[in-house]
């Protein structure tokens, strides 16, 4: 079994690079031109002392990664979940939520919120799956809504 390193750095740090690339074509490619928008957010929101940016790290590799920001006193919200697509199906989004949710507890949140985009089903039930409770009306087409909102205590 391999040991995955657990790396705070800015979202600018080269190790980082394929996280951002994969991001924007997977939003671009799923949502059109309207999936830039969540990548034009301002990176040093994920900077302490009210965020963090995350990454797993594997024989020198960033293969999946994740972020939190300020939501409010309270709550952390999750952005930028992401594996790496040669490394997929190997549960590296459930730990990345668990190192986002214990970082966000020392950083003094006691809750995470998240959304995600309607064409994202694996996001969905990845949330579901680790306890996220959803915002949204789960039995309706998740095409017919706009983002999908979850939330956890995460005391």
């Known amino acids: 079994m391999t040991t995955l390193e657990v790396r705070r750095v800015r979202q600018s740090d080269p190790d980082a690079a394929p996280l951002v690339a994969e991001l924007t074509y997977e939003y671009t490619s799923r949502y059109g031109a309207g999936g830039l928008e969540e990548m034009r957010r301002p990176a040093d929101v994920f900077e302490p002392p009210h965020g963090q940016f995350l990454l797993l790290v594997e024989h020198g590799e960033a293969v999946a990664g994740g972020a939190f920001m300020r939501y409010d006193s309270e709550t952390a919200e999750l952005k930028r979940i992401w594996t790496h697509s040669r490394h997929r ?21 006691n809750r995470v919120y998240l959304t995600t985009g309607p064409r994202q089903p694996e996001a969905k039930a990845l949330y579901l799956a680790t306890g996220y409770t959803p915002l949204f009306d789960v039995t309706t087409a998740p095409t017919t809504t706009g983002p999908l909102a979850f939330s956890k205590v995460i005391r």
Do not use: S
């Open 89 to 109: 199906r190997r549960g590296l989004g459930r730990r990345v939520l668990i190192e986002l949710e214990n970082e966000a507890k020392a950083f003094g949140y």
